[in-house]
């Protein structure tokens, strides 16, 4: 497994109406062919979501500290400011399986969160302006906090949590659970050219046993079915307490996501990094110009790789 490593510095990840990958095959977009691509969008929790009672937690799961999971994953929206980040993606693609990577190119942007939504700003492919990611050829990466935990953590979708082991990430004491969860309760909706599947997938997250706070996850869907377009997708997503004001919330730092196809030797990997945490106000309006954000501190040269236990 490649773990992201923590410097100050996005869920993300990725998910539609039910949480939405959508990976986009070659097509056109106005007169220009389009690039195979994964777009992924987190813009909605489940639909009809509210915070679970104690009685069903302790009915889904009886292990205490998943159970401090399910709390923290619903309360985690409600608690975060309104702030403004910096967000860049650095995107790759491999023709040889993931054995090389190649970087395509930089988008960087602005991300202001406020009132449990988000938008973005300020978008920029290699330092130049664009109106929206939807003028992006290839990979881009859009997500809401907190919708990824929100969905693997609701009790309808029944996700198996199997204790592996102990573990630390930024100093903090975790536990680490086996995530698994049926095609037939998950809210990870893969779409390639009209195809459109609810994803099963395995995967691992980091619990923090004594509040239940969630440092990391990872995320691979399985079983996807003869004659889809998509081999393989991965995600991983990893948090750390950032200060914004008086609050110090948990917060996506990195976030990874991969998919590879079936109709070539291609896959796309999106490194995404979030940086400059700052309250949401007046003083946040920032015009970043034609400068480019700063080459973050270390560059993830592998994708993440889901260990098997």
Request: glycine letters at 6%.
């Amino acid at each position: 497994m490649v773990r992201p490593s923590v410097a100050c510095s996005v869920l993300a990840v990725a998910i539609a109406a039910t949480p939405l990958l959508e990976a986009q095959a070659a097509g056109p977009i106005g007169s220009r062919p389009r690039r195979p691509g994964v777009r992924e969008e987190q813009r909605r929790p489940v639909k009809a979501v509210e915070e679970p009672q104690t009685t069903l937690l302790q009915l889904v799961h009886e292990d205490p500290v998943v159970q401090k999971a399910m709390r923290y994953a619903f309360s985690f929206s409600d608690a975060l400011p309104d702030f403004v980040c910096d967000q860049r993606t650095e995107r790759f693609e491999s023709r040889d399986n993931g054995a090389k990577w190649k970087k395509i190119d930089v988008v960087d942007a602005e991300v202001v969160y406020v009132e449990r939504r988000e938008n973005y700003r300020n978008i920029r492919l290699n330092g130049r302006p664009l109106r929206s990611f939807d003028s992006l050829d290839g990979t881009t990466s859009t997500g809401e906090y907190g919708t990824v935990l929100r969905n693997m953590f609701h009790p309808s979708v029944e996700a198996e949590f199997t204790y592996l082991q102990d573990d630390e990430i930024v100093g903090v004491p975790t536990r680490v659970y086996k995530v698994k969860v049926d095609e037939r309760r998950s809210h990870w909706r893969i779409g390639f050219n009209d195809q459109h599947i609810e994803a099963a997938y395995r995967g691992r997250v980091w619990i923090a046993p004594e509040n239940g706070a969630v440092l990391r996850i990872e995320m691979e869907a399985v079983r996807f079915p003869l004659g889809f377009g998509l081999a393989s997708s991965e995600m991983a997503i990893e948090y750390e307490p950032i200060e914004i004001g008086a609050a110090r919330p948990l917060l996506p730092v990195r976030s990874v996501n991969m998919a590879c196809f079936t109709q070539e030797v291609l896959c796309r990997r999106n490194d995404l990094f979030f940086r400059n945490y700052r309250k949401f106000g007046v003083e946040a309006t920032v015009d970043f110009g034609e400068e480019a954000l700063d080459e973050p501190d270390e560059a993830l040269d592998e994708p993440p790789t889901l260990k098997r236990p």
